[in-house]
């Protein structure tokens, strides 16, 4: 692209909307310029910005949730759409060249993470996005590092174990104790 300020109406860039569980929260439809995010929303994604010369940073540290608010201050939490709005902002940036996420995460919800993942991908698109752990970018932390460009960790950092939730209920024992034989 040669005029940066198309970054945010370029067809690659804008093909997806947010992860739709989040859109409620982070209002961040690339098309939606009057967008109506809160304050709180903005903060929560500015905080996770630095820049670097020409390249910004996106720093994603602590447990992966799909839900937005003042308690991920609390909990140490990030929001998939407070990094999807992060991604945005720096895309945004005519003076930032390419992106480089920086992951230190057990990982998190499994709801969301897909659709960050499409949006990265998206983003990667317009400017090289690149991933970098020192620490641990585990289960849907490496997911969403691995849908940048290159994922890189240091020697000791923990890359990788994308698993798969399962819930089971067995009521073998409440029928047992209730005289239920089955």
Known sequence: LADPASYATHPEFTSRAVPAQTARSAQLSADDDDDESSPLAEYLADRLIEKAGNVGIVKISGSLVSDEGFQNLW????????????????AEDSAVQSILTVWDTPGGDASGINDLGMF???????KPVHAWTGTMALSAGY?????????????????????????FRSYARLLQEEGIDT
């Open 120 to 126: 990265i991908k998206d983003v990667n698109k317009v």
């Open 75 to 90: 909990f140490d939490e990030v929001a998939y759409s407070s990094i999807s709005r992060a991604l945005k902002v720096l």
């Open 143 to 167: 997911w969403g590092a691995a849908c940048c460009k290159s994922v890189r960790s240091s020697d000791m950092g923990e890359t990788g174990s994308i698993g798969a939730v399962a819930k």
